[in-house]
């Protein structure tokens, strides 16, 4: 079973407040990833990260930042939160080279702002 | 064209049918191939990784065609638990063969199986 935590599951919350998704795993891996997904729909890749210190904006335009001050942890901010914030939230994170490329998911936070 | 196409069903198929899904890839140098799998509201979790020419797992089998560019799932004897949305998911690498781990995912195929 993947190691990769995520927090919190549920997060309901009013327009304007700055929220924090948290994102860990134990499994030493360097690629860590967030994607986002509506009810029914396919999902979008709008961060990654290959390390440290590295950060990448994905193929889907978002307003949310992220950080990678450790290897195991990748924490996603909004700074103020909006009604079309409203989705899925799912981390993950795989290892490198050949073999080591299969992702491994977090449960997800599923985010609702009023 | 999006990089991953799959058809999205949905599928409805009874039990002990044999259904296959069929994925198209545009990017001629993807090197690694998976199927996932994702229940309503779950994450997605790896059912299979495609490498080479293909492989089997029980009653799934997962091919791969280079010359085509596509991917296919076959499910044989259907179960009720197989129902789930199947997605294909594939990395494309550089020429040097450095792997970006950058995973693109299709849209996904909705599998019903009913009684």
């Known amino acids: 079973e993947a190691d990769i935590y995520q927090t919190p599951r549920y997060l309901v919350i009013g327009t304007g407040k700055k929220i924090t998704l948290e994102c860990s795993q134990t499994?030493?891996?360097?690629?860590m990833y967030w994607y986002q997904q509506d009810p029914g729909m396919e999902l979008h890749l709008i961060h990654y990260?290959?390390?440290?210190?590295?950060?990448e904006k994905g193929d889907l335009s978002s307003e949310s930042t992220v950080s990678r001050i450790r290897t195991e942890h990748f924490p996603l901010t909004l700074e103020s939160a909006r009604p079309s914030h409203t989705s899925q939230y799912l981390c993950?994170?795989?290892?490198?080279?050949?073999?080591?490329?299969?992702?491994?998911f977090g449960s997800g936070t599923q985010l609702s702002v009023l | 064209r999006k990089e991953v196409e799959q058809d999205p069903g949905p599928f409805n198929v009874p039990e002990g049918a044999t259904v296959a899904f069929n994925c198209t890839y545009s990017n001629s140098a993807s090197q690694s191939f998976f199927w996932y799998r994702q229940d309503c509201r779950k994450e997605p979790k790896l059912l299979m990784s495609v490498y080479s020419s293909g492989n089997e797992d029980g009653r799934f089998t997962a091919q791969l065609n280079r010359a085509s560019q596509y991917i296919s799932l076959l499910i044989r004897d259907s179960k009720l638990s197989d129902s789930a949305t199947y997605l294909c998911?594939?990395?494309?690498?550089?020429?040097?063969?450095?792997?970006?781990?950058?995973?693109?995912f299709g849209q996904g195929t909705i599998l019903t199986v009913h009684p």
């Open positions: 993950a994170s795989s290892g490198t080279g050949w073999g080591n490329e299969k992702l491994f």
């Open positions: 998911v594939v990395n494309s690498e550089s020429a040097g063969g450095t792997s970006y781990g950058k995973l693109t």
């Open positions: 499994m030493g891996h360097d690629k």
């Open positions: 990260s290959y390390g440290v210190n590295s950060t």
